[in-house]
């Protein structure tokens, strides 16, 4: 499984706009300045987002971006699974469908479904508050002991 750019900056922009909304809407421009990525690039994930209702947009001179909800709603499963479209390490068990004729065989396909359930269990624990808040204990778990909470 590999996190493309298009799921790190929907991420990036989450984090932007509960950091930064107050109680209005924030621009797109003012986001790219503070992460320095494109506008171009962030209207295509932008309008993901919109689309899968995670965010509100206002047109208009004080217009922009919010999130639809609070930071502590959204599941970091829920998030990459919108810009990703599946995080399955392997193809053959590419959203939650076994696409492999030798499956009832497949001495490995185990594995790929364990690690696939994995991952997705602990990104369904992590939310954007605890990305937000820098919740390393919550995030890292029992990854690095000697990490700083």
Same mark, same amino acid.
């Given at each position: 499984m590999m996190v493309s750019s298009k799921g790190k900056y929907a991420l990036l922009v989450m984090v932007d706009l509960a950091q930064n909304q107050g109680d209005g809407h924030v621009s797109l421009a003012d986001i790219a300045e503070r992460q320095g990525l494109s506008m171009k690039y962030l209207e295509s994930i932008v309008a993901i987002l919109n689309k899968g209702d995670m965010l509100q947009s206002l047109r208009g001179k004080n217009g922009g971006y919010r999130l639809a909800r609070p930071a502590s709603?959204?599941? %970091? +499963?829920? *998030? *990459? #699974? /919108?810009t990703e479209g599946s995080l399955a390490p392997v193809e053959c068990i590419k959203n939650n469908d076994l696409n492999c004729d030798r499956a #009832? +065989?497949? %001495?490995? *396909?185990? /594995?790929?479904?364990?690690l696939d359930r994995a991952i997705m269990k602990y990104l369904s624990t992590v939310t954007l508050e605890d990305v937000i808040n820098g919740d390393r204990k919550k995030m890292l778990g029992d990854w690095c002991e000697t990490c700083e909470a």
């Open positions: 709603d959204y599941r %970091m +499963s829920e *998030l *990459l #699974a /919108l #009832a +065989s497949c %001495m490995t *396909l185990p /594995l790929w479904v364990g």
